[in-house]
């Protein structure tokens, strides 16, 4: 067809990583039985998230089909397939189709929300939200209110509001004002007056919120850490906690992920912190080579292979 050969033209003069169509002709080839799983490691784990958009919609072009359903088909159940899916889905979609998942499970699994929403920032929130609603026709919010409720519901609408102040901006005043307000929504009572926790953690810039901690610390003599601990529990506890962790130290936070034996857990972390904060993360957890010193000793196979590709990939400048 003259559009293909338009195609060719185009690229035999273009840069040298321009080959987004030659890709696309690698991973259908690799894809047809027997799969090819070291040429789709070879092709997804060198590409940045732009250049697989691009592999994509040549794809589409030359086979007229989804090179995600191609994927889907033809890989099997385990977690390799798991990972390809992560790295060929915009990160928002993906994320949509993993707190979909979740919700459809025997029993919501409320940790996945916790992972994916609490140290994601608002313009991340919208994005998963419009994802989720073009893929399900449903609106995350009123998912939530069928499969959770409770504490942890208010909370997680209160995330998924996605109004979090997200200057750097610090008032010492307010931080002593909350810091009181905190204590005597929390251990200074009877009961917990969880409207007021949910309010100052989700909807104040995290600058703010340390220096909030440290206030509480001074009024109450004990951290806020001790104080979501004996005021909370269940999944709003978890969620509380976990916001802790993330406004003290986010990359710190993403790096505890990383040294799971849940191997999805690390697909998670290292292809949705890609082209953000990874080399971050990985500076927290302690270095590139001890990473993959644990990813070489714990994981097996083709998926071993693949994450290790992908992170000197993502890595190759750090």
């Not at 899916?85 to 189709?97: G, L, T």
């Not at 931080?175 to 009181?180: I, S, T, V």
């Amino acid at each position: 067809m003259y559009w293909i050969f338009l195609i060719f033209l185009s690229i035999s003069t273009a840069s040298s990583k321009d080959f987004d169509i030659f890709d696309a002709q690698d991973l259908h080839r690799a894809l047809q039985h027997p799969v090819n799983t070291k040429q789709i490691i070879k092709t997804l784990c060198n590409r940045d998230r732009l250049e697989i958009e691009k592999i994509i919609y040549f794809y589409q072009k030359i086979y007229n089909y989804d090179l995600r359903k191609v994927v889907d088909e033809n890989l099997g159940e385990g977690n390799f397939k798991y990972f390809t899916k992560s790295i060929i889905f915009s990160k928002p979609y993906y994320e949509a189709k993993v707190l979909h998942d979740a919700e459809k499970k025997l029993g919501t699994d409320e940790e996945i929300f916790i992972e994916l929403l609490v140290a994601r920032s608002n313009e991340e929130i919208d994005a998963i939200k419009k994802a989720y609603r073009d893929l399900y026709g449903i609106d995350l919010e009123d998912e939530l209110e069928r499969e959770t409720s409770g504490e942890f519901l208010e909370i997680m609408l209160a995330i998924i509001e996605g109004r979090r102040d997200e200057s750097n901006k610090v008032d010492l005043g307010k931080a002593k004002k909350d810091a009181e307000k905190l204590y005597y929504a929390g251990v200074g009572r009877l009961g917990t007056q969880v409207g007021v926790f949910n309010k100052i953690f989700t909807k104040q810039n995290f600058a703010q919120l340390r220096l909030v901690f440290d206030e509480y610390q001074k009024y109450a003599e004990h951290s806020i850490e001790v104080a979501v601990d004996k005021e909370t529990s269940g999944y709003y506890y978890s969620t509380l906690s976990e916001l802790v962790q993330v406004i003290r130290n986010k990359p710190n936070y993403f790096a505890r992920f990383l040294w799971s034996d849940d191997e999805r857990m690390v697909i998670r972390t290292i292809v949705l912190r890609s082209e953000i904060d990874l080399g971050e993360i990985v500076e927290e957890f302690g270095g590139k080579m001890r990473l993959k010193g644990l990813i070489e000793k714990k994981i097996s196979g083709d998926l071993r292979n693949a994450l290790v590709t992908f992170l000197e990939y993502q890595l190759r400048d750090e």
